[in-house]
DNA sequence: CAGTGGTCTAGACCACATC
DNA sequence: ATGTGGTCTAGACCACTGA
């Protein structure tokens, strides 16, 4: 690896920074084995602990998924392990919501309003499509999901999501326009149900309901999906670890 | 470092373990300067490396902080650092809630009902202290901050909270009963506000409200506070980082 | 069996803090 | 000048995987 200026970047972030590129760029897509570390210490010219940090770093990031006697792999959400990670609702008993399929309600082309647009970083008008499903506990409706998702990212996504009604949408995302999503930034407010969601969820109408609104980040770090979950949350509530 | 059995844990977790609980037992207390790499290194008769790894994990997790130049100290909330690191309240212009102090309404003595009981997994009726806050945005109440301490634990809390009144309970906790909190689990629920928050909020009755219902951990790993955070969401939101 | 990541060692040099 | 954590190297042995 050259060093340009002695006084630039730890060699480890340096290498860090271009094996994340190369992921980006699709060199190895998700689920797909990475070169051992022996060989990509040859490759750059380093030490096989130099190039260990880095990889270090990436799966303590979850980008990568270490395997002792196999390899390092690009993460992909389609294995048993982070299919819902971003998922924070429970019921009371402690079970995770949207294990279940999600019934569609709709989907449809859309621009983007000023909300999205705000959330999203675009130009309000911009043209994509906009989905609402449900997600169910023990067969009762719970949530409201509504989902828009940018054209110029993710063309064709309406026929897609008609034809698959995906479990989880960031796996559609990844399966399709290779991205990955590894970061989401949620806004939760209270406040009284529309009447759309009150008939959608069997409450009376003004029962007061959880709102998420949710910005999906891909692993270059652009704004790709624009989101909110709105629910009752008389059996059912968010969970949060922090620390 | 011993090693009684050779297919026990790698040694820089064992180093780990012993360190967390030194710093637990108060050997070195919140601010304080833990001794150098080298130094635990002889100590425990073991390579610089393996214990740099073992105070590197403790690093991630937030228990001690480390300064190149300086040394390695165990983490304190008083600090500039970390001063309210489990607040997620902000208002729609970006800015934190609770910068500013907090409006003591009441503190008293109280027995854990159901609800408090079953969060810090104590028996129904163990005494305790209850107390009532107002967090303003804008010299205006925004959040009813709830909190209950048991008096095993903290005892003589309710004395020093009316002479205090502390911006932040966890650093008065861990100024007087040398506990660290380094864990929250917070529960979100929408619902109506009752009379006594329409009342300290400025809000109409039944307006749609944002629960919090927070357990905080102490190092330990012990339920040492229950609290709820409760306020309307038209100026301010809960905000979460994902991945 | 060879290859992988996981652990551990013993050295080296650096930038930064403090005195 | 000394001591600290931060980086980097070059070796070693281990447990696990898969052919």
């Known amino acids: 690896m050259t060093v340009l200026k002695p006084t630039a970047q730890p060699l480890y972030q340096q290498v860090k920074q271009h094996l994340v590129h190369r992921v980006l760029t699709g060199e190895w897509k ?13 490759e750059y010219g380093l030490s096989q602990g130099t190039v260990r940090k880095a990889i270090e770093d990436m799966a303590s990031e979850g980008l990568v998924t270490r395997q002792a006697g196999k ?6 959400h389609d294995g048993d392990y982070h299919p819902f990670r971003f998922h924070r609702f429970y019921s009371d008993q402690g079970e995770r919501i949207a294990k279940d399929e999600a019934v569609l309600v709709s989907s449809s082309p859309a621009k983007a309003d000023t909300r999205i647009a705000k959330g999203l970083d675009i130009r309000k008008g911009t043209a994509g499509c906009k989905t609402v499903r449900i997600r169910q506990l023990h067969a009762e409706p719970a949530l409201v999901e509504t989902f828009f998702l940018i054209d110029s990212i993710c063309p064709g996504a309406r026929d897609f999501l008609e034809q698959e009604n995906p479990k989880s949408v960031y796996l559609f995302m990844e399966r399709h326009y290779n991205l990955l999503i590894t970061k989401v930034l949620e ?7 529309t009447e759309q969601e009150a008939e959608l969820l069997n409450l009376e109408p003004g029962t007061p309901v959880l709102e998420v609104e949710r910005i999906a980040y891909s692993l270059g770090g652009e704004a790709v999906e624009w989101r909110t979950i709105v629910g009752a949350t008389d059996h059912i509530h968010y969970r949060n670890e922090l620390g």
Chains 1, 2 share one sequence.
Do not use: H, I, M
Request: glycine share 8%; net charge positive; proline share 8%.
């Open 71 to 76: 390899g390092t792999f690009v993460t992909t």
């Open 187 to 193: 806004q939760l407010r209270a406040r009284s149900a």
């Open 30 to 42: 998700p689920g797909q084995l990475l070169p051992s570390e022996f060989k990509l210490a040859d």
